[in-house]
């Protein structure tokens, strides 16, 4: 049953509709049945769960009103109606966000969690005026990959604050359920973080619109935006488009000397690599594939990044090696006409600067259920180790699901061209880079010595080989009929290949794969920070193997900003504690708030078939990680050389990924 209640200025008016609702959340790929009441409101639809009809009413007016201000006071296109889908979800964190198009995504622990921020911690009044500033900057520019945190945050805040103190002139603060002034969570808040000693990086970026709309005015942001959105911009030099348009909306001579300043703190450059992409000159592209595969074949899940993508850190094989494919695992979901829509593939090196990308259209991948698309790109060298990534700026209505397996430790990354990758740890992306092999022209003798050919390798398939001689005739000839210098040439090409050098195959070799071991069941119950360490008795198997990641479920405490520095430690013991491998690790790692599960990846350090690992967070009253435990077994407490007993409550839930011995 669907209740739709059409919110007018002070009432609303029930519509009963016979409906059955289904809550699809494109990014983790979960979808599921419910119950839904809608509240219909100016330009809004709030489509909720768990929470109150006066609190979806305060989320519908509060949008309504937002949205109507960036429309008559700031002129903005925004979209006919925005939709909020509200859940409570005790297990998820509270968490609010947007397409960068027309949806909102709220979810809350209880229903509690929406009160004033005095009582709930959250300013969700602001977070949605917010959100909405987000769609006014988004919607007219959909390439932002030149803006850093500061540019697309500290928008939202300016704006967002702007919004929040003008929605108050028109609703009062009676506007939300949990009545209170939040006029003090607009201008007058970021007014006093701009006037502190060290501003935050959001704040100073705030900061800096809210100069530039009182150089050029309120009416020129929105002429500036779309400038922006169609101007040409190189992301290795975006700065000199992004100037020339902002001088095309307005020519106050103050606008270059704002722009010299904020240009450092808004705009990032995507930097180009060094490495050329260019085929070689000299010699020819073969017909000899190798697909770099580090998944398992078992999608396990399934995501939709927005603002990311998705990308494998990979290693060539010996040789000159070129890009030409590049093979997913994925389906496309949303409105069935978006695959006119387009994301892209991308090429880079080690450190993640683009050596090149190409556009992905959305039609690529089916509509519905998941399959193996191969998505052919011009044919681009590729330095020994390197990144290729997907990328398709989705939103909640169009999008395509990228499958992943349940690998506990891979080469996968979340990741953009030129941006900080970061490991991917809920598995290894079924994603797959096609390499083909480019030969240069060499001397090809038989094996009694009469006869050579200068010819160029193009094949080399059951043992047969097929080579290209100077005039471009095709000769094909066993491979036992070649001396022994280019047979073991033609080895060395199947041995990279398929990295086994017993057979001229271009099938991948069977990988090995890292396996977690754990002696807790799953299912945390409870949850300890102790000062004296969290420790757990793990079995290697037979021979032991290396330990290479750790897995801890759990969540910080304290203030919400992580102090300078601070860290916390794993340890991989023996069984008597003492210490094969210590790591330190930043405390940032874990989340406020809500527990999940976090990996932390180290060297490879050998370990006995039993061994223990450590945990010690330098727990304070006021700093430190709740590690969970489930309801039954028995943890050990303890720090490197120093146990110090047993924790009677359960296993904690901290786990190893071991890897096999040599």
């Known amino acids: 049953m669907v209740l739709v209640h059409v919110v007018g200025s002070r009432e609303s008016r029930l519509i009963r509709l016979a409906l059955l609702a289904i809550a699809t959340l494109p990014w983790g790929g979960v979808q599921r049945t419910v119950a839904r009441e809608t509240v219909v409101a100016d330009g809004v639809e709030v489509r909720y769960s768990g929470l109150t009809q006066q609190q979806a009413e305060s989320i519908a007016r509060t949008v309504s009103s937002a949205r109507a201000i960036c429309v008559e006071k700031f002129r903005f296109d925004m979209p006919a109606t925005i939709a909020v889908d509200a859940a409570v979800n005790s297990a998820a964190p509270v968490r609010l966000f947007n397409d960068g198009a027309d949806h909102f995504s709220l979810s809350v622990h209880d229903a509690a969690s929406l009160r004033r921020p005095q009582a709930s911690g959250t300013f969700h009044l602001y977070g949605l005026c917010h959100e909405v500033a987000h769609l006014a900057m988004y919607r007219p520019i959909q390439q932002r990959r030149w803006m850093t945190t500061a540019a697309a945050e500290g928008w939202a805040h300016y704006l967002g604050s702007r919004i929040i103190d003008e929605v108050y002139q028109r609703q009062g603060e009676s506007l939300w359920w949990d009545p209170y002034d939040y006029r003090a969570d607009g201008m007058q808040r970021l007014r006093a973080q701009l006037a502190e000693s060290e501003p935050g990086e959001v704040a100073r970026g705030a900061g800096l619109w809210l100069e530039l709309a009182e150089i050029i005015g309120d009416d020129k ?71 770099v595969v580090a998944d398992d074949g078992r999608p396990a899940g399934k995501r939709s990044t927005a603002g990311g993508g998705h990308a494998v850190r990979s290693t ?10 590049v093979r997913v695992f994925g389906s496309r979901y949303g409105r069935p006409d978006s695959g006119s829509a387009v994301g892209s ?25 998941p399959d193996w698309v191969r998505i052919d790109v011009p044919p681009t060298l590729v330095p020994d180790e390197f990144i290729v990534g997907v990328s398709f700026n989705p939103t909640a209505t169009r999008g395509v699901f990228v499958s992943h397996d349940a690998s506990p430790e ?30 240069a022209p060499r001397t090809w003798t038989d094996k009694t010595g009469k006869f050579s050919v200068e010819a160029t390798l193009t094949n080399l398939q059951d043992e047969q080989v097929t080579l290209l001689n100077a005039d471009g005739k095709p000769v094909t000839l066993p491979a036992a009929k070649l001396c022994d210098a280019d047979r073991e040439y033609l080895q060395t090409v199947a041995s990279a290949v398929s990295g086994d050098g017993d057979e001229p195959t271009t099938e991948p070799a069977p990988r090995q794969r890292p396996r977690e071991v754990a002696a807790d069941d799953g299912t945390p119950t409870g949850r300890k920070s102790l000062p004296q360490g969290n420790a757990v008795l793990l079995e290697a198997g037979t021979g032991g193997g290396l330990v290479t990641a750790v897995r801890i479920h759990g969540s910080r405490y304290g203030a919400p900003r992580v102090p300078a520095g601070a860290e916390f430690t794993v340890a991989v013991c023996d069984e008597q504690f003492q210490p094969l491998g210590e790591f330190t690790f930043p405390l940032s790692k874990f989340p406020r708030g809500n527990a999940k599960w976090v990996t932390v990846r180290v060297e490879p350090t050998k370990v006995p078939e039993r061994f223990v690992v450590c945990t010690d967070f330098a727990a304070t009253s006021t700093l430190g990680v709740f590690v969970s435990h489930d309801a039954e077994g028995e943890g050990l407490v303890g720090k490197p050389g120093q146990p110090a007993g047993t924790f009677t409550g359960g296993d904690w839930l901290i786990r190893a990924v071991v890897a096999p011995a040599e």
């Open 345 to 369: 593939v991308w090429l880079c090196d080690a450190e993640n600067r683009e050596i090149a990308s190409f556009d992905l259209p959305y039609d690529k991948f089916p509509y519905g259920g």
């Open 221 to 291: 942001l929105a002429p500036l935006m779309a400038a922006w959105g169609q101007a040409e911009v190189d992301l290795q030099q975006p700065g000199a488009a992004l100037l020339a348009a902002l001088q095309s909306v307005a020519s106050d001579p103050a606008v270059a000397q704002w722009w010299q300043r904020a240009e450092p703190v808004l705009v990032r450059a995507t930097p180009r690599s060094p490495f050329d992409g260019a085929p070689p000159a000299d010699g020819m592209l073969t017909q000899i594939e190798h697909e």
């Open 316 to 325: 060539a094989p010996a040789g000159q090696w070129l890009l030409t494919a």
């Open 410 to 439: 891979g080469e996968s990354l979340s990741a953009l061209p030129g941006r900080e990758p970061a490991a991917f740890d809920a598995g290894d992306w079924l994603l797959r880079p096609v390499l083909a092999l480019h030969a």
